[in-house]
């Protein structure tokens, strides 16, 4: 019945649960790995130069405007990870010149990792072959905002948000005009030989490699212009064909021996390496035929010579002395000797004389 129809309560609605916020996530970013090249934000104007005689599995490379020192260097090959970057050796200090040999050959464009991490070039080194080639090239324009080694800022990759540090201006040298009453001259055994000064090279410390050299050099020497010899630097190979010269400035043209057997006469018009284009000399130089080591007037051999023979008519004229010297006294003492004996006879005949007359007295 009707009256049996109890009234009930509406039921509650059940609140829907509040919804949990949504927490936005940085992605996690690594360093590049991609084709693109770019250096990190803190490479500045730094250059490095694959030297000649450079390949895929050996490589002798240059630092140029380092903005601190390099205490370490390592490459990779394109495509590689982190872990597989090999560890490079320094080769000459005051060139900021490493060495790597690698027991595989790299796949270009290799990678550079200075200082632990510090400096990070991604894919700059675009050919490993030597050549005067600076990288990272004015095209590679990506940038890692950070090195890996810096904890404080997150490591990421963007596309370019500041333009790459402008390349370090070129500095040319005007080498002095060839003043020698002799000019530009080679010996006439110098054949295709060229001497080329590397980048960095100056008046002050030259760096030059040779090339097309008929012999095995075994010695390199240079002079400045006006110097009468080559003593004012000092001269030793780094690796085969390669030259350093240290000492004192040079007056440019300079004038390179080789082995006292090949000399250029104020061949080297500008000692100042180039990072664009390559300086070879002689360029232009006139062949002296009949080539003698009386056409270099280096006085350190000549005054060599000098005492050498001075020596020589010393000791002979000393000898000379004591030969006359010995002649003379035996002469002297020969002379003397027989002043004696006369002397002794004199002295016995009076005697003899006295004695008889003293008999003849007395009887």
């Given at each position: ?9 509406p ?53 140029s ?8 260097f ?76 810096s ?93 350093i ?38 360029d232009?130089?006139?062949i ?40 003379c ?28 007359g ?6």
């Open positions: 019945s009707f009256g049996d129809d109890i009234p009930t309560s039921s509650s609605p059940v609140p829907d649960p509040t919804p949990t916020p949504t927490i936005p996530t940085t992605p996690t970013t690594s360093p590049p790995v991609s084709s693109e090249c770019g250096v990190s934000n803190n490479w500045g104007s730094m250059t490095i130069s694959p030297y000649w005689g450079s390949n895929t599995k050996q490589i002798s490379a240059i630092i405007n380092a903005p601190s020192t390099i205490t370490s390592e490459m990779k090959g394109y495509g590689q990870t982190d872990n597989q970057y090999q560890n490079c050796v320094i080769q000459n200090i005051g060139l900021n010149m490493w060495q790597c040999d690698f027991s595989n050959a790299l796949t270009e464009p290799a990678s550079i990792r200075l200082n632990n991490g510090d400096y990070i070039g991604n894919n700059i080194i675009i050919s490993m072959t030597g050549s005067t080639a600076e990288y990272p090239l004015s095209s590679c324009s990506g940038s890692i905002v950070s090195s890996p080694s904890p404080s800022e997150p490591s990421s990759t963007v596309s370019d948000p500041t333009p790459r540090p402008t390349p370090k201006p070129v500095t040319t040298t005007t080498a002095p005009p060839v003043s020698s009453s002799d000019g530009c001259w080679v010996s006439s055994n110098w054949g295709p030989m060229t001497i080329v000064p590397y980048y960095g090279s100056q008046p002050s410390n030259f760096v030059a490699h040779v090339y097309n050299a008929p012999i095995t050099i075994r010695k390199f020497e240079i002079k400045g212009k006006g110097d009468s010899n080559y003593n004012k630097m000092t001269c030793n190979e780094q690796n085969a064909g390669l030259f010269c240290t000492g004192t400035t040079l007056t440019e043209p300079a004038s390179i021996r080789i082995n006292n057997a090949y000399l250029g006469n104020d061949i080297i018009e500008s000692m100042w390496g180039l990072s664009t284009g390559l300086n070879a000399y002689p232009g130089c006139s002296r035929s009949g080539f003698t080591d009386d056409d270099d007037q280096d006085s350190s051999d000549g005054m060599e010579w000098t005492i050498i023979f001075a020596i020589i008519v010393g000791c002979l004229i000393g000898f000379g002395l004591i030969i006359t010297g010995f002649v006294l035996c002469k002297y003492n020969k002379k003397k000797k027989g002043t004696a004996y006369f002397e002794d006879n004199a002295d016995t005949a009076g005697n003899d004389e006295i004695e008889d003293d008999t003849a007295k007395a009887e």
